[in-house]
């Protein structure tokens, strides 16, 4: 499946998770076409704009939506501190074999109850 193709699919299933199901009012909301969103179901081009616009308006991820990364409702996850952020990043540096150890060592820590 292209990366268009599979961008098109995931805006399809954004919009009918939301039950929006006139492509003329989502049009209208977003101030363009109903032939332009018909397009980006399609796989058709996609400004940035538009996909930002989209992407509130569906109250989806953006990163989702165009690359198909994290989840749908990725972008509510605010869990994530800025140290944790750190700490993913810091342990990126690492070889697969040392990130492989660290996990192994996480997952032996008991969650606190």
Same mark, same amino acid.
């Given at each position: *499946?292209?990366?268009?193709? !599979?961008?098109?699919?995931? &805006?399809?299933? +954004? &919009?009918? %998770?939301?039950?929006? $199901?006139?492509? %003329?009012?989502? !049009? +209208?909301? #977003?101030?363009?076409?109903? +032939? =332009?969103?018909?397009?980006? %179901?399609?796989?058709?081009?996609?400004?940035?704009?538009?996909?930002? !616009?989209? =992407? @509130?308006? #569906?109250?989806?991820?953006?990163?989702?939506?165009?690359?198909?990364?994290? $989840? &749908?409702?990725?972008?509510?996850?605010? =869990?994530?501190? /800025?140290? @944790?952020?750190?700490?993913? *990043?810091?342990?990126?540096?690492? $070889? %697969?074999?040392?990130? !492989? #150890? &660290?996990?192994?060592?996480?997952? @032996?820590? /008991?969650?606190? /109850?």
């Amino acid at each position: *499946m292209s990366r268009d193709h !599979a961008r098109g699919k995931r &805006i399809r299933e +954004a &919009i009918a %998770q939301k039950n929006v $199901t006139k492509n %003329q009012a989502l !049009a +209208a909301e #977003l101030d363009v076409s109903a +032939a =332009a969103v018909s397009r980006w %179901q399609s796989g058709g081009h996609l400004s940035l704009e538009s996909a930002c !616009a989209l =992407a @509130e308006r #569906l109250d989806v991820s953006l990163d989702w939506l165009l690359l198909g990364r994290g $989840t &749908i409702d990725w972008h509510r996850d605010d =869990a994530l501190s /800025p140290s @944790e952020l750190q700490h993913v *990043m810091t342990l990126r540096k690492h $070889t %697969q074999s040392v990130r !492989a #150890l &660290i996990v192994n060592l996480l997952e @032996e820590i /008991p969650a606190r /109850p």
